[in-house]
């Protein structure tokens, strides 16, 4: 079970297919597994980005960007997962809004996707956006082309698409006059925030999808609480997506920040060959 | 050799050897090492035999207690742990996590006078058991007729192994969903190593699978399946809900999203289950307080200080509303508590927690409390005291004040009656509003005991097993059933 059938890599984020028939068949756009490496590892939370009911397979993009995700990113075709739990959080909520616009960045490039195809398919005009630093380091780019009315992009050198960010697409678009009914941004807790505060101004109805820090991913700890309008709630089952407007940004900053320390040590002895230090037994 | 009452009498009650206070506070081992036969032996004699046999009545699931403990003082230990087994299927771990002090010892006609010198029942059960384990004299039950019928159970606490246990010895297919990677419940993810060696839930499970039951981790039923496809595409013919009490509450005071500041739930699962006390070697990170204060006074809280102690705490409170002789605590727990010199701050409850502008926890606001009129339990109420508020430093805060109801599965089952708590209703026998689905354990009962999950778990399968047998015309029951 859980045996890795497909890996690819585009410039530090890897591409997963694995092994999952049950959750292939129950899994619905913007939903998240909890995944475990080894025995020994974590267990983090990963947007399923596509997934297959024939060949009974998901597909991860992931982001390397310490311990656990290095260790997924040293797997192999062939090898097994040891644990992958899904799917959890509460589906995206799609609708017939008009006119959507998803912003991507970093792993949000392809965790976008299936929420593209599914508004689609509930007859919405469909706009990704997504951003990057180079050209270079965009992925999944032909199937959420396939999936979308409109894919712009944004690089931080210009080298494609807008010189800038996904928000600075999202401005541009705004100030143009551009009707947009509902938008929805994954990626890094900062890409979240700036974009949210691009519609705020305008009013668009905005889902963000949020990523706290996770353990069981069924509502049992706590750990991934996030403050909303001022009320506690678990993103992993209430959400991940909540509405941007509205979200604690530097509390979930803050949170996400919790274990920085010890991770880092970790990570930084590991990534340049180390083996990681070991400590008692068993 | 029959002893005579008097000579029974003036045996004096065995205690346990333990690791010393001091040397334990740095180990996750367990506590007690257990009784040398020759101290099993002894203790067994203190048993008077009564007629009126107060203890098995006391006892939650009705263990014929006067009965195994004969054979303890015959040295037929494996026997002893067979007559145990008739009535509780986790002798190893009851023995070592029941409240006895408010169950079976709590009525042992040797204890009137004073508890302590009650028959140990707990520590005669788990020497039992242990002995039974270790030296691989279990009985594996030979399972003849296969009925062809299947039985799904949700969730591998105490309450579901034990469906699927009975269930599987009288012929049925078992399959257990369990949402996390390790089977067990709060038995490996809630309490700790020092005081329940995985290893035993361990061999329970591996004992169950060689029986024939099947479990599926990772899989959390509402989300993978939901209880109506277990009937309508996977093909069961019940279903058992055991999924435990689920979502962890904290108070409603502000502070409480601090870094620093932890459910139980979380703080215990990093260490149990993720065993994060090993990090690096094991990859979840855990935070290690120098002065933590724990909320709450039952098994929960002092699991989690004296986890906390381990992890290398340089001080531990616990802050709890009530007095030391309200602690729902078990006893024993408390006192192992006081010994590895844990604080207790009793009739206190936190109004504030402070944080720093990282983020960061920083101390708490508390405010004093006094005992006032009984409460509809019989507990003193206790009732804040005006303008005592008192406040100390802390960088790290357990929360361990209680849990709510779990809704992912009751809320993709609308049509099974819940209760305004959102725990699922059902009759004595575990049957639920919704037609051959059942429930039982802490998900029915809200937060409670290992032995009364048993017990449900023991009555629900009683029903299934009527229920379906009613439905079939085959009956396979065997005799002992
Ligand atoms: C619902 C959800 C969906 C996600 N989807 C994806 C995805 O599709 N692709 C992807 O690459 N990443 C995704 N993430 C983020 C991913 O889980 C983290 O990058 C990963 O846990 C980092 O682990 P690490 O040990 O490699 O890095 P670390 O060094 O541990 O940390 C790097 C960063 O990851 C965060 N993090 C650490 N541990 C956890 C944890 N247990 N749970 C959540 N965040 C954590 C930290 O706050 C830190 O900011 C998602 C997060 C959530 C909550
Ligand atoms: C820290 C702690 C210490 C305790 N100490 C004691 C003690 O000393 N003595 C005592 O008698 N009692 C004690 N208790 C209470 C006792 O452990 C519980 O009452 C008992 O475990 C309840 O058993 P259960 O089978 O109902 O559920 P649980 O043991 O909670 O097991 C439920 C299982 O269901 C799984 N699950 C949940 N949702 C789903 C889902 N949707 N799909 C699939 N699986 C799911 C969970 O992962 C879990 O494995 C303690 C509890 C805690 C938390
Ligand atoms: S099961 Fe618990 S209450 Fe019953 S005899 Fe054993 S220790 Fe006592
Ligand atoms: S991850 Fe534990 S409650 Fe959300």
Redesign the pocket.
Known sequence: MYELVEKSEVFNVHEMVIDAPEIAHSIEAGQFVIVMGSENSERIPLTVSDWNTDTGTITLYVLETGMSTLELARMKVGDSLYAVTGPLGSPSEIRDYGTVVLGGGCYGIGAIYPIAKACREAGNKVISIIEARYSFMFYHEKELHAACDQVLYATSDGSKGKKGKVEDVITEMLEKGVKIDQAFFIGCTQMLERCSEATRPYNIPTKVALNSI????????????VSVGGETK????DGPEFDGHKVDWKELDQRKSAYTEQETVVYQSYSHGGEVPKVGSA | MELTAKERMAIERHGMAEQPPDLRNRNFEEVPYGYTPEEAVAEAQRCLSCKKMPCVSGCPVEVPIPEFIALVAEKKFAEAARVIKTKNVLPAVCGRVCPQETQCEGVCVRGKKDIKEAVAVGNLERFVADYERENNLAEVPEIKNKNGLKVAVIGSGPSGLTVAGDLIKLGYEVTIYEAFHRGGGVLVYGIPEFRLPKKIVESEISALEDLGVKIYYNSVIGRLHKVDDLFNVLGFNAVYIGVGAGLPIFLNIPGNNFNGVFSAN?YLTRSNLMKSYLFPQYRTPMIIGKKVAVLGGGNVAMDSARTAIRLGAEKVTIVYRRAREQMPARAAEAHHAEEEKIEFRLLSSPVEIFGNDEGWVTGMKCQRYELGEPDESGRQRPVPIEDSFFEFDCDQVLVSIGGEANPLITKTTPDMKTNKWGYIETDDWGRTSKKLVYAGGDIVTGAATVISAMGAGRMAAKAIHEDLMKESDETVTPDWW
Do not use: P
């Not at chain 1, 996770?214 to 609480?225: Q, W």
């Not at chain 1, 678990?234 to 089952?237: E, G, I, Q």
């Open positions: 996770m353990l069981d991913g069924t509502g049992m700890c706590g750990a991934c609480r678990f993103a992993c089952v | 979380e």
